[in-house]
């Protein structure tokens, strides 16, 4: 194996892949030793709230969430996501935090305050959330990744899918760009596929409102996987497990509504790089898909 220095986060799971994808969770823990990666979770965490507490109160979203940045702070790490919509979330409450360090000290103070009175630790602002696809690029490095590939995926078209959270919920994004991104195309190319361009790479999955505004939220669903199959696509990979669940779990139904077929398989980002890294399927947890991913290792053979 290629020396390299182990690299070390504070993992944040997250509860959709302690849950309905634990196939994400299994996969994320089968890829980090291949790339000299050490997982310390952060088993006291909690949920990040997908965005909903601010709907209440930001100050709820803002003090469970500085309080799971502070778990990593105390360990001293970075603070790793897989999940866009955790890495959208807790990203944002530290991007605001750490403005409101100098500009409203207070708030910050209010919030230490909520915390010490828990016996948790203080929000600091000393380290960074950063989500597994930003430490693939800028931690490991694609170089790195490129090298330590062993079953190059050759002939393999895939289709990025991004998600709203991960591009749109930072101010900043450390490598990639909100509207015009190639990070995963990037790594795509790292493994030997063939990155697929179309145009619902970027736009929303239709999961947000899939609770109360189904038959929309799977015509969106729809809308995106019948963009990637017409671009050539043998499979979506993305860095969000909520965009899995409506992409691949609702597939079915999605194909009921729109009385087409249409068996796209969906990968989850560490699935992929599992794959090209030698890693056997169901280490990787790809028998627990809705939508049978046996074409795309059927390519892969």
Known sequence: MLSMTTLRYAYYPGCVAQGACRELDLATRAIAPRLDIELIELKQAACCGSGTFKENSWLLEDTVNARNIALAEALELPLLTHCSTCQGVIGHVDERLKEFQRDRPDYVNSINQLLEAEGCHPYRGTTEVKHLLWAIIGDVGLEQLRLRVTRPLTNLRCAAFYGCYLLRAQRTLPFDHPTHPSSLENVFDALGATAVEYSGRTQCCGWPISSYATPAAFRMAAQRLQGAIAAGADCIVTP??????????????????IGE????????????IGLALGLAPHLLGLSKHVVSVEPVLAKLA
Do not use: T, Y
Not at 240 to 257: A, F, G, K, V, Y
Not at 261 to 272: D, G, M, V
């Open 261 to 272: 077929k249409l068996n796209l398989p969906i990968l989850h980002l560490p699935q992929l």
């Open 240 to 257: 969000c497990p909520l965009c899995h669940l409506n992409l691949d779990s609702r597939q079915p139904e999605i194909e009921h509504l």
